[in-house]
């Protein structure tokens, strides 16, 4: 977690990540200025890393029952909601993107390996970066009281495409 604290890290594909994923699944960090994501797969073929290196990318911002989700759709094929909880930060850091916006580094790894497989990054655009900021801030503020029981129901009742069509903004990247 230290090199996601700092603004900006270096990281190679085929390095070892520092980071251990407790699954299969995305995790969606924010720092002062930056977001993180880091996706872990068990099983990922060579097709599947291009498209995560540089197939279409759409990104989305949900906001269902207060539960913020950033969506991260690569082509038809994979689709990884990530709940973020910004009550969970000791403060709130993180900067009002306004006029620009934010830029998010991706990180791939193998899980059995917990090696770098694939990198990416992404720029959120002003619209999408500011809307991110203020439903963060306000889910800091207000501090979502038993969030793992809500998020547990949210799942429960909404697919992934389900939390995608809730969707109050999108943020598109076209290769």
């Known amino acids: ?31 002062e200025k930056n977001c993180f994501i880091t996706i872990g797969l068990s099983e990922m073929t060579g097709d599947d ?3 995560f290196e540089s197939g279409k990318l759409d990104t989305y911002l949900s ?10 759709k690569f082509a038809e094929d994979f689709i990884f909601d990530m709940p973020f909880n910004a009550g969970l930060y000791k403060e709130f ?6 006029p620009y916006g934010v830029f998010s580094p991706i990180v791939i790894l193998d899980n059995n390996t917990n090696i770098i497989k694939a990198m990416r990054a992404v720029g959120f655009d002003p619209d999408f970066s ?4 203020v439903f963060a801030k ?7 009281i038993n969030y793992d029981e809500r998020l547990k129901s949210v799942y429960s009742r909404y697919s992934p495409q389900d939390i995608i069509k ?10």
């Open 1 to 31: 977690m230290d090199k996601i604290n700092n603004e900006f890290v270096c990281y190679c594909v085929g390095e070892k990540f520092d980071k251990v994923m407790g699954g299969d699944g995305a995790i969606f960090e924010m720092t």
């Open 166 to 175: 809730h969707a109050i903004a999108k943020n598109m990247v076209k290769n």
């Open 63 to 72: 906001v269902v029952e207060g539960i913020v989700f950033i969506s991260a």
């Open 93 to 98: 850091n993180f900067k009002n993107p306004q």
């Open 130 to 133: 500011y809307k991110l900021y």
């Open 49 to 51: 890393v291009s498209v």
């Open 138 to 144: 306000r889910q800091w503020e207000n501090k979502i």
